[in-house]
């Protein structure tokens, strides 16, 4: 079975600029989670969504947006691209909202310039 | 004061050593706890949830002392593969996961 998959895989854009970045659930899974890690950081957490619908909201700014489509799959959107926004981005997906098991995508890798 | 705190290493250790990697947490209300295991330029994947009664996998033991909000990592007889980041993950009432910035491990031949 494919794992969350990603993409793109790496992505340079200019401050100032929109971002979109894509993430594709396992299979079955319901719920999708979106990380922002910093070089050096744990990653923090931005959104989750389940059923389509935000379940959760981590601290970032309303730059950030994002949305969960019928087939589960998720798009997150940055606007207004700083310089602080580089980061490696990660999806994780899980079956139902609150299960204990996540499993992360491989992220993409975002340069702000 | 950060929700998940680590020491960020480096811990550089021979093989076959003993390491323990030590983690706090400021919500005391948090219900679930687990470590996960960070690879260069790899996604996270998680190593074990931890348990009040303390659980062991292989050569990995983790330990939970909710009474000080601490959690525990023991990796015996350390193997080169070992080498990762060890993110502490703590997850409370709400549906969101809360890592801590990471132990970095170095097993040397």
């Known amino acids: 079975d494919a794992g969350v998959t990603q993409s793109p895989t790496h992505l340079i854009k200019t401050r100032g600029q929109h971002v979109t970045l894509r993430c594709s659930p396992i299979?079955?899974?319901?719920?999708v989670s979106w990380y922002q890690q910093v070089l050096g950081q744990g990653p923090q957490f931005i959104f989750q969504?389940?059923?389509?619908?935000?379940?959760g909201r981590g601290n970032f700014p309303d730059r950030f947006s994002a949305r969960q489509f019928p087939n589960y799959s998720s798009e997150l959107n940055v606007n207004a691209l700083l310089l602080g926004d580089s980061a490696l981005y990660l999806c994780?997906?899980?079956?139902?909202?609150?299960?204990?098991?996540?499993?992360f995508g491989p992220g993409t890798r975002l340069l702000v310039l | 004061r950060k929700e998940v705190e680590q020491d960020p290493g480096p811990f550089n250790v021979p093989e076959g050593a003993t390491v323990a990697f030590n983690c706090t947490y400021s919500?005391?209300?948090?219900?679930?706890f687990f470590w996960y295991r960070q690879d260069c330029r790899k996604e996270p994947k998680l190593l074990m949830s931890?348990?009040?009664s303390g659980n062991e996998d292989g050569r990995f033991t983790a330990q939970l002392n909710r009474a000080s909000q601490y959690i525990s990592l023991l990796i015996r007889d350390s193997k080169l593969s070992d080498s990762a980041t060890y993110l502490c993950?703590?997850?409370?009432?709400?549906?969101?996961?809360?890592f801590g910035p990471g132990t970095r491990l170095s097993v040397l031949p």
């Open positions: 994780a997906s899980s079956f139902f909202q609150g299960e204990e098991t996540q499993y």
């Open positions: 299979s079955g899974h319901k719920s």
């Open positions: 969504y389940y059923e389509k619908e935000e379940r």
């Open positions: 919500n005391s209300a948090s219900q679930s």
């Open positions: 931890v348990y009040s």
């Open positions: 993950v703590v997850k409370g009432n709400g549906q969101n996961f809360v």
